[in-house]
């Protein structure tokens, strides 16, 4: 069965501190992974899509990169202002536009 | 420019009776999608449109769920006979072609039902 994962399930870092989170999938095919970043009571918004291993892209403090079998976020010197929920996603072929979520990390960055 | 928009933003009603969310996409988005967040869960996908028409409505999880889209744009997710385990926050993206990933959520409608 085509799984998402993410660990760990809540993270709690000082400001300054980096950290990664993890996203773990077991797909029979990928064609895209998907990281996305939700506050509370709001919807999710859209950060990174990844296609292939090896791939990597960055935006201000995160950058995800991608393997065959996982993907991370990296946090370089995290700000209170990126604590959140990170979700990741993955779309697989032969499934349409049907988006597999994982559960999501919880970050708390501490002033 | 205007996100997509969800109605009502909370939705409180008793089980058996039936209940219907809004969705309006951004202007031009052909691609819409319906989720089901439950507490402590992720996303669970319900179904796609592609304009008026559904290819996919295999995440809706049972015949008392339906849904429609009218004039490539505004959505309706219907819930009939509501069951107490509906209950959770029902999300709305769209994005601007197939194909295109970036989806761009509403903030979604939280229902309740007791």
């Known amino acids: 069965e085509d799984q998402v994962t993410q660990s760990p399930e809540a993270l709690r870092l000082q400001e300054g501190e980096s950290s990664s989170l993890n996203c773990s999938y077991t797909?029979?095919?990928?064609?895209?992974l998907f990281w996305y970043r939700q506050d509370p009571g709001k919807g999710p918004e859209f950060l990174f899509t990844l296609y292939s291993a090896g791939e990597e892209k960055e935006k201000e403090r995160l950058k995800a990169t991608l393997t065959k079998k996982e993907s991370f976020l990296h946090i370089t010197a995290p700000k209170p202002e990126d604590s959140a929920t990170y979700l990741c996603a993955v779309l697989r072929d032969n499934y349409g536009q049907n988006f597999v979520f994982g559960p999501g990390t919880r970050l708390s960055v501490l002033p | 420019g205007a996100g997509v928009s969800q109605s009502p933003s909370n939705k409180v009603t008793e089980k058996g009776k039936d209940v219907e969310l809004r969705c309006d996409p951004i202007s031009g988005h052909t691609a819409l999608y319906w989720y089901r967040q439950s507490l402590g869960q992720g996303l669970e996908f319900l179904i796609y449109?592609?304009?008026?028409?559904?290819?996919?409505k295999s995440g809706l999880p049972s015949d008392r769920f339906s849904a429609e889209r009218t004039g490539g744009s505004v959505s309706t997710l219907t819930i009939q006979r509501t069951q107490q385990e509906d209950s959770a926050v029902y999300l709305c993206?769209?994005?601007?072609?197939?194909?295109?990933?970036?989806?761009?959520f509403g903030p979604g409608t939280r229902l309740t039902v007791l």
């Open positions: 449109f592609q304009g008026n028409s559904a290819p996919d």
């Open positions: 797909v029979s095919g990928l064609r895209g």
């Open positions: 993206a769209s994005s601007l072609v197939e194909g295109a990933f970036e989806q761009f």
